[in-house]
């Protein structure tokens, strides 16, 4: 069991990560997805960890709630639409979020790689023929 100084200090340092190093990420779901209404919640009994948010452009799903579960040190995330639950899946790795929401939602997180040829242009002068 945490103490609550334990967990406030927890909390405090998840959303400090969260505002620093995950805003960007957050932004881009804003963008990329229309993600909005960002609410965070912490289990005091047992620390896990919730993450929810609505998104646009998925016929399947309209709203997702990622939990961490500090005692498994794994994820589960849970899609709902019109606030009914549709879909949970349990025993995640952080690696297998971005796969599976896209699996779950059709919708992309992330913009592809793209690698672009050096093309083969050459210049003339002017007056050259």
């Given at each position: 069991?945490?103490?609550?100084?334990?967990?406030?200090?927890?909390?405090?340092?998840?959303?400090?990560?969260?505002t620093l190093k995950e805003n960007y990420a957050l932004k881009s779901l804003k963008v990329m997805i229309e993600a909005r209404n960002f609410q965070y919640a912490v289990n005091t009994q047992n620390g896990d960890i919730h993450l929810s948010f609505c998104f646009s452009g998925s016929g399947k799903a309209n709203q997702v709630t990622v939990i961490y579960c500090s005692g498994m040190d794994d994820f589960e995330i849970v899609f709902y639409k019109n606030q009914k639950e549709i879909n949970r899946i349990d025993h995640l790795y952080f690696e297998d979020l971005k796969d599976i929401f896209s699996q779950i939602t059709g919708l992309e997180t992330h913009l592809p790689k793209?690698?672009?040829?050096?093309?083969n242009i050459s210049f003339m002068r002017v007056g050259d023929h």
């Amino acid at each position: 069991m945490w103490s609550d100084e334990e967990i406030l200090y927890y909390v405090n340092y998840m959303l400090m990560c969260l505002t620093l190093k995950e805003n960007y990420a957050l932004k881009s779901l804003k963008v990329m997805i229309e993600a909005r209404n960002f609410q965070y919640a912490v289990n005091t009994q047992n620390g896990d960890i919730h993450l929810s948010f609505c998104f646009s452009g998925s016929g399947k799903a309209n709203q997702v709630t990622v939990i961490y579960c500090s005692g498994m040190d794994d994820f589960e995330i849970v899609f709902y639409k019109n606030q009914k639950e549709i879909n949970r899946i349990d025993h995640l790795y952080f690696e297998d979020l971005k796969d599976i929401f896209s699996q779950i939602t059709g919708l992309e997180t992330h913009l592809p790689k793209i690698m672009m040829a050096t093309p083969n242009i050459s210049f003339m002068r002017v007056g050259d023929h």
